[in-house]
Each structure stands twice: as C-alpha cells, then as structure tokens.
C-alpha cells in the first residue's frame, strides 16, 4: 500500500479548511450591514439595562481570584473609581454605538465599542466571572473590526464612497469575506459548546452518574424564580415526576452541545442548529431562569436579514440612485445623536428607559418573541431539507 506523505494530508486539510472559510454567503454583503444596526441597538439596549457603576466603591472580598488578569488591578484602583468614572466609560460606549448605527467612521467606532465594552466586561468579570457577554462585547467587534465588512453597506461610509468614487456594493452580494466574522463566531460557539458537554460529562461527570438531575433541576429553578418575583414554571412539579420527560431534556442537552459543531457542515444544518440554540436559550430563560441573554444577539448573525428587508420593503431591492437624505444630512445627525445621548445616557430624562421600554423589555421577556420564530424557523429548516441545496 502506497503512504500518503504527512504534508499531502496537511495540505488537504488546510484545502478543506480553506474551502469552508471562502465558499460564498446568500446575501452576505446586505445582511451583515443590517446586522450592525440590530447589534448597534441591541448593545444599547443592554447598557439601558445594566449599568457598571455598582462597581464604584465595591468590597474587595467580592472580587474572584480566579479572574487572575483584572483582579489586582480591579483591587488596586477600581473600587476606589468614582461611579462618574463608570459613567464617562458607558457615555463613550453609547456615542460609539450610535455611530456605529449610522456606520459612519465604522472601524473606528467598532474599535471603540471593543475597547471601551472590553475594559467594562473585564472590571465587571472580576466581580462575576459567569457571565454570557463575550460574544456580544468581545467576538463580534474584534471579529468585525478585521474585516470591517459591516460598514459596506447600509451606512454614511458606503454613501459617502458611492458619493467620492461612483462605487458601491450590492446588499444581495454573496462574497464570502463579508460573512467571514460570522464563520469565525460559529467555530467560537462550536467550542463553546463542546467545551460546555466536556465539562458536564468530565469533573466527576455529575451529568453521566445522576440520571434524575434534570427533574430537581426544574424544581430548584422554580426555587430562583420564588425568590426573584418570577413567573413559576408551572410544569415542573409534572415534569419532575415523569422519567421519560426529564431523562430526555437530559440527554437531549449533552447531545445537542456535543454535537454542535456539525453547524459546520453546510448552511441547512447550521439553520436548524442555530435555530435550535435559540429554542435551548429561550426555554432556558422562560422557565429555567438561566441568564444567557446577551449571546442572543451572536445567533442573530446567522439570520438572512436582507431576505426579511426585502420581503417588508420589496420596492427597495436594488439600493441604486440618490439616497433620499444626503450623506451630509445624515453625518450631522449621527454626530447630534451621538453626543445627546452619549451626554444624557444617565440623565434623569428617562433616556436609557427607551431602550427598554420602561421595563417592558428585560433579560426574560425579550425571549417571549424569539421563542415562536426560533420554532418557525427549526420547522422551515427541516422542511428545506427535502429542497436543493443553496449557496
């Protein structure tokens, strides 16, 4: 038998790999511009809802000690911060945020928000180091901050290059370097979820020895929900007591995290992963109580955005002519948004309730809405899979 040499396999991995990274992406170029404005106002709507400044004077015995890289200097000057200090960090944050909407300047501002989000996330992690907020304050701006894809379109950058070189960019291109920080995040998750199944079959492997893990689960989450005022999981009593039922969610959740990572294969299996990440986390929330709110917004960028504009705002498909607002107009807007809010983000004018609506819409309620799409689109994935393969 012929040996095949170590570097032809090496070779054909890195083939395969390459491949995977640069095969095109249906309506990259369009969705990922819309995609920057709902991360824009999703990150806003967080900073409504959390503020760092409980921080500000905080006992040192709060601080974790296996958070090794922040903790020293988090003792040494961060609790001695005023809460002013918290407050200029996230008026920065919320200007960058609003110029990064309007995608003007888009690298600068995506680098902002990276390094003024990551020195907030690092200072918060001393203090609670189980938080959800990498791929929302670190993954997606670094990510995007390489390729600066997210600015081609549907911002002032894209206009005001159209306006100085003639050029612009089709949002229905599928060019496969626009969709490339997407790719990245899915291997993120993929090890993330994988490392997430090690760690509950390794250690012990709680998960493997105590089959009835799930059932006191239910019960102790409803436990939380007393405690915090929320609505009770009515079923749990039920669901404690029926083997078939809790035995399943059991398994069904190692499998699911292990197995993740065949998002990988092609865009029908990511559809129906993704979408069955969304249905975990959002049942996670509504009944489990289990805060993992902020990665929402990762999942998102797996969703064809242009295909629903185009479906609500179909005399608009091809992005061509004069904008109706000059890119002057809108620079001078942004900026304006950009310092009012940035100035009374902690006002007493109610800004930051806007974003949430006075309550309305905190870490449970927003999974009420993505619960049914996420369903609709486990549904529409499987029934997809009968049809030919897309691009």
């Not at 690298?107 to 180091?129: F, K, N, P, W, Y």
């Not at 090890?191 to 006191?216: C, E, P, Q, T, Y």
Request: charged share 15%; with cysteine.
């Amino acid at each position: 038998m012929r040996k095949i040499p170590a570097f032809s396999i090496v070779r054909n991995v890195n083939a395969s790999i390459n491949a995977w990274f640069t095969q095109p992406e249906v309506n990259a170029a369009g969705r990922v511009g819309l995609f920057r404005i709902l991360y824009s106002l999703f990150y806003l709507w967080h900073l409504s809802v959390h503020s760092a400044d409980f921080l500000s004077g905080l006992p040192s015995f709060y601080v974790e000690e296996r958070v090794y890289l922040v903790r020293y200097i988090f003792r040494d000057f961060g609790m001695s911060l005023s809460p002013l200090f918290f407050h200029t960090l996230e008026s920065f944050l919320v200007a960058a945020l609003v110029l990064l909407a309007f995608g003007y300047k888009t690298r600068m501002a995506t680098v902002s928000v990276l390094l003024i989000g990551g020195l907030l996330e690092a200072l918060s992690a001393a203090v609670d180091g189980k938080r959800t907020l990498l791929p929302m304050i670190f993954y997606i701006p670094f990510f995007m901050s390489i390729i600066n894809a997210w600015g081609h379109t549907y911002s002032i950058d894209s206009m005001l290059r159209r306006h100085k070189s003639g050029t612009q960019v089709d949002p229905h291109a599928s060019n496969w370097d626009y969709f490339l920080p997407a790719r990245a995040l899915l291997i993120v998750f993929s090890i993330l979820f994988f490392g997430s199944a090690v760690f509950k079959m390794g250690f012990g492997g709680a998960w493997l020895r105590h089959s009835d893990m799930m059932a006191n689960f239910f019960l102790n989450r409803n436990i939380e929900a007393v405690i915090y005022n929320l609505p009770l999981n009515r079923l749990a009593p039920f669901i404690s007591q029926m083997p078939l039922i809790y035995l399943a969610a059991h398994i069904n959740t190692l499998v699911f995290e292990t197995f993740f990572f065949l998002s990988v294969i092609n865009r029908k299996v990511r559809d129906l992963l993704v979408s069955m990440a969304l249905i975990f986390h959002a049942i996670n929330a509504l009944w489990l109580v289990v805060t993992t709110t902020p990665i929402l917004i990762g999942y998102c960028l797996f969703i064809d955005w242009q295909v629903i504009k185009d479906f609500f705002f179909p005399s608009h498909r091809q992005e061509l002519g004069e904008p109706t607002v000059s890119p002057k107009v809108l620079t001078f807007i942004a900026l304006f948004l950009a310092t009012i809010l940035g100035l009374l983000w902690h006002s007493d004018l109610g800004i930051r309730t806007l974003f949430h609506l006075n309550g309305l819409i905190n870490w449970r309620t927003i999974w009420y809405p993505v619960l049914p799409l996420a369903l609709a689109w486990f549904v529409a994935t499987l029934i997809r899979f009968r049809q030919p393969a897309r691009i």
